[in-house]
């Protein structure tokens, strides 16, 4: 067996690959169920969304990489200034990274989850625990999808985000209430699932329009004879109503993919 083929069998042990089984089942394919095997412990009610704000002392990703850890577990969006963002005549319109992700509390560890905040392109507000209102741009678009997948991945039964957030018909909404009225989703995932929720490496606009994006993440994966992995999703933003959300879909192109490189992907 070739060490692809060894890391192919081996790669449902890993969290990361594991994490984004988890996206596509919830997000992408639209079919909202628990997978969760009956030996796993059940999460309690998700804690009520602390009113403070600033940070508490800084943690470090199941890859050693910082993490910031916000006073309000809903995160908290940093001061914007929108003059960095691009338009569409700027060469590097579809390539460009928002500005700082880099820096710290560029990425919070929100409800277990690491997600990205911006100094340009949003998120502007916490609004209800959600993180709203991205700039009608690329990085906007990526910075939106990266949010809305992860906080709806660790926090499966929060409708809010599912119905404000997510571009969903009246029959999933129906399929997803009766989801949680069997409570086949749970409050907030327990911390086995949410550690593996990591910070993606790097982003990739695919195809974008005032009305679409369409936004590939890479995520790090385990290492394939000593050369770097990442493991990296398909997602459809649309712009509905002065924001981004994500759009479901059953596409077979939404399935995860490995690459090897991040050349000619942005980087955060």
Known sequence: MSG???YQRDRVSFG???SAAVLA????VGVVMWTGREDEPVAGPAPAPAVGEGFADPDTD???RRIDIPNNPAGQVLPQDPSPQRNPADPDWLTAAPE???GPRGW???????????TSDGPQRIEDSLAVGYSHTPQG???AAAQITYRLNARPAHRDLYVRQVRVSAQQIAAYDKALEADALPEQQPESVTQYLVASDAFKIDDYADDMAIVRLALRAPALDGKP????????????AGDWRLKPTTSPNTQTEYVESLERWTRW
């Open 4 to 6: 692809k083929e060894t």
């Open 16 to 18: 990361v690959v594991a």
């Open 25 to 28: 089942l919830i997000v992408i």
């Open 62 to 64: 199941v890859f050693n």
């Open 100 to 102: 700082g992700t880099t």
């Open 108 to 118: 919070q560890r929100v409800y277990g989850a690491s997600v990205p905040f911006s």
């Open 141 to 143: 678009a990526a910075l």
């Open 229 to 240: 992995v990442w493991v990296t999703m398909r997602l459809i933003m649309v712009w509905d």
